[in-house]
């Protein structure tokens, strides 16, 4: 066989084959489509049959439906008309328990639980009335008796209050303060509460229903009977402080229930407190002045007989009513602040903190006018005392004004949230009090430029108004920062502030008052000084007032205020002093003219002296004895209540007078000039000398 043949032999096989499959294909394409067909019939069957189901259930389910929708409306509208029937029976039904109202059950009263739910139910009744038949004779009755039943909640809000209504007692109140003040500051000490725990509960339930109702008349009650209990307790502690006071200057602290608290506050192992003791700091200034005084006179540095002055500002007994008025103030202050503080913890959760403001306002208003009041009355008796020159009460309103400023951060933080109103009492008082103090210091210079005190003293000591001015001025140190903020608000201390370099902006206004105050009394002390007829004791008398005015600048702290204002003052005295040295040594004069041997006529080496040379030496002794006997007289009545001073001044005298006279004398006194030497020659060098050092002693 040929390779030809099997080719063909190959591909007649594969042909076969080939034809088998497809007549298998073609069978099985036949079979599937006989098995759609069916399929087919037998979905076009089901369909009808499905259709044929749904038109018979379909009208079932929506009867079904439309019974259930039914059932459901029925069962709204049943249960509406229950609560429509409630509606018409809830004035019957809760009757019995608004009439009783709220209060303790044992009394009588109805749980407060009970009776809110019970005005719940009328309060769900008179909006369906007023919404469905407002014309109905049962919204009249659920309304009336809910009126009733809100108003007797009202009362019983109000009836809690006032049962709770215990003013502070005073002692309480002070110990209160005092345990704030020995505080350390990151302590910070608790508050009392205004209501016990189970009280405020009810309060805050009343106060939250109340609120929620529209019945905000409780706000007011409670703004009046808190700011009654605010008030009473200020009257108290007014009372209080009258009662132990007694007329004395220890205030407060006289009180033998305070007495061991304040002395605790001395003892090394607890913190000062320093509100407290800075109210009595003016009282121990005083004492320091009263015992450097006697200091002074038992060393000699006395100034001499005090005069009447309008500037006197000496101890006296309205001072001291003044003092213990402000003593007073000041504990009233801190006490209000305290109470305030009380107060604003107290009303939380009780009153609605948008309302806090208002109620805050009432609770306050009343004790706040008072203590305002109370600022402005020493506002004007301070007025009066200006007005009559009396600066030394006038003193009062500088610690007064010192400790308020002291108070204002706490008291702008306690009141920041507060009204306007609230806020801007506390500044009122500063306002005033301020302007009190600007007009004070201002009329104290106005007064030293008419000062109308015409008397002089008769020896030339210091004057009065001298001392009286550098003990008003000794008194202003320990208010510098108050001053210095008082004398802020002065344009022309501004001025000068700008002018020079300081780190400390109080002091240099007040040092810029010294030198104010200073300059108008030695203006004022030269004036008066012409009235001396007597140069020496003119001179004596400036050479005395500005010495004095020296020491008291150098022994105090007055000086370095007043050396940022004006830098030379010091050296400015001392050359002043030493002018009026200087014009005091021209009342030696006349006598240095006696004994004065320059161009003498005299010639000593002849052997004997004419009539005219005797007679000129017999003048000139008899002129110095004339003349330093009347000086002696008149000088020794002069008054020098310095011991240095005096010492230098006959040291200086003794300088310049003993040389001169000792030169004359060692000259004239051997000649034969007289017969009778004892009548001429008097004093010899040592006895002048001798005689000076009895100047200014008038027991010498």
């Not at 439906?65 to 409630?86: A, F, R």
């Not at 540095?301 to 006197?312: E, M």
């Not at 007043?562 to 002093?577: D, F, N």
Request: aromatic content about 8%; some cysteine; hydrophobic content about 35%.
């Amino acid at each position: 066989m040929t390779s030809l043949q099997e080719r063909k032999f190959e591909i007649s096989n594969k042909l076969e084959k080939e034809q088998a499959n497809l007549n298998l294909l073609v069978e099985r394409l036949a079979k599937s489509s006989q098995i759609s067909n069916g399929i087919d019939t037998i979905l076009n069957t089901f369909e009808t049959r499905l259709s044929r189901l749904e038109d018979t259930i379909l009208p079932v389910y929506n009867e079904t439906e439309n019974l259930h929708k039914t059932k459901q409306n029925i069962d709204k509208t049943l249960q509406l008309l229950d609560n429509v029937i409630s509606f018409y029976e809830v004035s019957s039904n809760v009757e019995d328990i608004i009439e009783k109202g709220p209060g303790v059950v044992t009394d009588g009263g109805t749980d407060l639980e009970l009776y809110l739910k019970s005005l719940n139910r009328l309060a769900k009744a008179q909006k369906y009335f007023e919404k469905h038949i407002p014309q109905s004779v049962e919204l009249e009755n659920v309304t009336s008796l809910f009126n009733k039943g809100s108003d007797k909640l009202n009362a019983e809000f109000r009836t809690i209050l006032d049962k709770q209504f215990r003013p502070l007692l005073p002692v309480t109140l002070l110990n209160l303060i005092n345990n704030d003040e020995d505080t350390p500051n990151e302590d910070i000490p608790t508050l009392p509460a205004v209501f016990a725990n189970p009280i405020r509960s009810e309060l805050i339930t009343m106060a939250n229903w109340l609120y929620n109702n529209g019945r905000d008349e409780y706000l007011t009650v409670y703004g009046k009977v808190r700011g009654h209990a605010m008030m009473k307790t200020l009257t108290s502690l007014k009372a209080y402080q009258r009662s132990v006071s007694g007329g004395s200057v220890h205030g407060t602290a006289g009180s033998p229930m305070l007495r061991p608290k304040f002395q605790n506050r001395h003892e090394p192992t607890r913190r000062p407190s320093t509100r407290r003791l800075q109210l009595f700091e003016k009282k121990a200034n005083r004492m320091l002045i009263r015992a450097s005084q006697t200091i002074e006179q038992s060393t000699g540095l006395n100034l001499g007989t005090r005069r009447a002055s309008h500037l006197d500002i000496s101890y006296n007994a309205e001072e001291i009513d003044n003092e213990q008025e402000m003593e007073n103030y000041l504990v009233c202050v801190v006490a209000l602040h305290k109470l305030m503080q009380i107060e604003l913890n107290g009303m939380k959760g009780i009153i609605e903190p948008t309302h806090q403001p208002r109620v805050f306002e009432l609770i306050v208003k009343e004790a706040m006018d008072s203590i305002v009041q109370d600022g402005e009355n020493i506002a004007a008796r301070a007025k009066r005392c200006i007005s009559r020159h009396d600066f030394g009460s006038v003193l009062v309103v500088f610690p007064i004004l010192k400790q308020l400023m002291v108070l204002k951060p706490d008291f702008e933080r306690t009141v920041e949230e507060c009204d306007p109103y609230v806020r801007s009492k506390f500044e009122s008082i500063l306002t005033t009090l301020q302007s009190t103090g600007v007009k004070a210091l201002e009329d104290f210079i106005e007064s030293l430029r008419s000062d109308s005190v015409t008397q002089l003293p008769p020896d030339g000591t210091v004057h009065e108004l001298t001392s009286n001015v550098l003990m008003f001025l000794e008194q202003l140190l320990e208010y510098t920062d108050t001053i210095g903020r008082v004398l802020s608000q002065d344009s022309n201390y501004n001025i000068h502030l700008d002018r020079i370099k300081s780190h400390d902006k109080n002091k240099a206004l007040l040092g810029f008052y010294i030198k104010k105050v200073l300059v108008q009394l030695n203006h004022t002390l030269i004036s008066k000084s012409e009235q001396y007829s007597d140069p020496a004791l003119k001179a004596i008398f400036r050479l005395n007032n500005n010495n004095y005015v020296l020491k008291s600048l150098q022994r105090s702290n007055l000086l370095e205020l007043y050396l940022i204002a004006e830098p030379g003052c010091e050296e400015y005295y001392y050359k002043s002093i030493q002018e009026h040295k200087n014009a005091y040594s021209t009342s030696w004069n006349k006598l240095l003219n006696y004994i004065s041997i320059e161009d003498s006529p005299i010639n000593l080496h002849g052997d004997k002296l004419k009539d005219k040379e005797r007679a000129f030496i017999k003048e000139k002794f008899a002129g110095f004895n004339k003349e330093i006997d009347d000086i002696v007289k008149v000088q020794r009545g002069y008054s020098i209540p310095d011991v240095e001073l005096r010492e230098s001044l006959k040291r200086d005298n003794k300088e310049y007078i003993i040389p001169k006279y000792n030169s004359f004398y060692n000259m004239y006194a051997g000649t034969p000039f007289t017969k009778n030497p004892d009548k001429y020659i008097k004093h010899k060098p040592d006895e002048v000398a001798t005689l000076i050092d009895k100047f200014f002693d008038v027991a010498a």
